[in-house]
Antibody
Framework: EVQLVESGGDLVQPGRSLRLSCVVS????????MHWVRQPPGKGLEWVSG????????GYADSVKGRFTVSRDNAKKSLYLEMNSLKEEDTALYYC???????????????WGKGTTVIVSS | SYELTQPPSVSVSPGQTATITCSGD??????TYWYQQKSGQAPVLVIY???KRPSGIPDRFSGSISGATATLTISGAQVEDEADYYC??????????FGGGTKLSVL
């Protein structure tokens, strides 16, 4: 069974940093690109970032570009999101998701984790 | 920035056909994907590459594309299909927007 488990969410003050993690199981992690998607309370989904299977290519939404960094460790079957200079509008449930196509760029999400909550507030 | 437009809500009676649209300039040249999100749960992929259904998704779910408008159709909607539905795509610049979401009521 494919599983993605996010962690690292917390309550932080504006301007501070936070690192999210996602550990996966049930599929060959190094064969797939991965994504981060977020959902503010009561609002819709927003694609945040993607990374190819070999970390050669990374993409970011304009809203987080320059502040967030995505990375992965294939040996640890783990995906990360380093979030700096956090703003109140970054408050959201952050989902880790597997890409639907093996060894491709980050196209679309087919399996999602349950998410981890980030609250940015003073 | 690139936007995908969905109706905020759709309401049908059980057994009726529910139709949810998604419009965006690049949809005629980029695939559309559809996600179902039930209250308090993570999204689930129900349609990929315009009209393909992942394994385990009931065949009452179907997708289509006409020009710059993608459509998710639920034929014979069930009470358990009540959820928020989001379309998703990419544009030529690599942006990856979701539509604003459509709340489907089946009652």
């Amino acid at each position: 069974e494919v599983q993605l488990v996010e962690s690292g969410g917390d309550l932080v003050q504006p301007g501070r940093s936070l690192r999210l993690s996602c550990v996966v199981s049930g599929f060959t992690f190094e064969d797939f690109a991965m994504h981060w998607v977020r959902q503010p309370p009561g609002k819709g989904l927003e694609w945040v970032s993607g990374i190819t299977w070999n970390s050669a290519s990374k993409g970011y939404a304009d809203s987080v570009k320059g502040r967030f960094t995505v990375s992965r460790d294939n040996a640890k079957k783990s995906l990360y999101l380093e979030m700096n200079s956090l703003k109140e509008e970054d408050t959201a449930l952050y989902y880790c998701a597997k890409d639907g196509k093996p060894t491709a760029t980050f196209y679309y999400m087919d399996i999602w984790g349950k998410g981890t909550t980030v609250i940015v507030s003073s | 920035s690139y936007e995908l437009t969905q109706p905020p809500s759709v309401s049908v009676s059980p057994g009726q056909t529910a139709t949810i649209t998604c419009s965006g300039d690049s949809l005629s040249t980029r695939y559309t994907y559809w996600y179902q999100q039930k209250s308090g749960q993570a999204p689930v992929l129900v349609i990929y590459e315009d009209d393909k259904r992942p394994s385990g998704i009931p065949d009452r779910f179907s997708g289509s594309i006409s020009g710059a408008t993608a459509t998710l159709t639920i034929s014979g909607a069930q009470v358990e299909d009540e959820a928020d539905y989001y379309c998703y795509s990419r544009d030529r610049s690599g942006n990856r927007p979701f539509g604003g979401g459509t709340k489907l009521s089946v009652l």
